[in-house]
């Protein structure tokens, strides 16, 4: 199974700007595709963006031209630079990951809370 670690949130002003990072561990061979979502208070979680591994990447409508996501292979590690923050951005931030052709829905490490104040 894979570990999932995100960290680097925090509590930024509006216009402000975040690096969150998410590490995979254990068994990562076959990982193709990395993702991060959001959940806000009250509502359901929600993708931001992903990252097909050598193929492309995908946004939310959004937080696209704000928000991008890159990954660094040698060390299982998936980031997000978050950029120009609202607070219509506040969330716990979570990833995930796509194990050949299967994302782990039923394995999500424990988030980092953004929390953009106006």
């Known amino acids: 199974q894979v570990q999932l670690v995100e960290s680097g949130g925090g509590l930024v002003q509006a216009g402000g700007s975040l690096r969150l990072s998410c590490v995979a561990s254990g068994d990562t061979f076959g990982i193709n595709a990395m993702a991060w979502y959001r959940q806000a208070p009250g509502k359901q979680r929600e993708l931001v963006a992903s990252i097909t591994f050598g193929v492309s990447t995908n946004y939310a409508d959004s937080v696209k031209g704000r928000f991008t996501i890159s990954r660094d292979s040698a060390k299982n590690t998936v980031y997000l630079q978050m950029n120009s923050l609202n607070p219509e951005d506040s969330a716990v931030y979570y990833c995930?990951?796509?194990?050949?052709?299967?994302?782990?829905?039923?394995?999500w490490g424990q988030g980092t809370q953004v929390t953009v104040s106006s």
């Open positions: 995930n990951v796509r194990v050949r052709t299967k994302w782990q829905s039923d394995n």
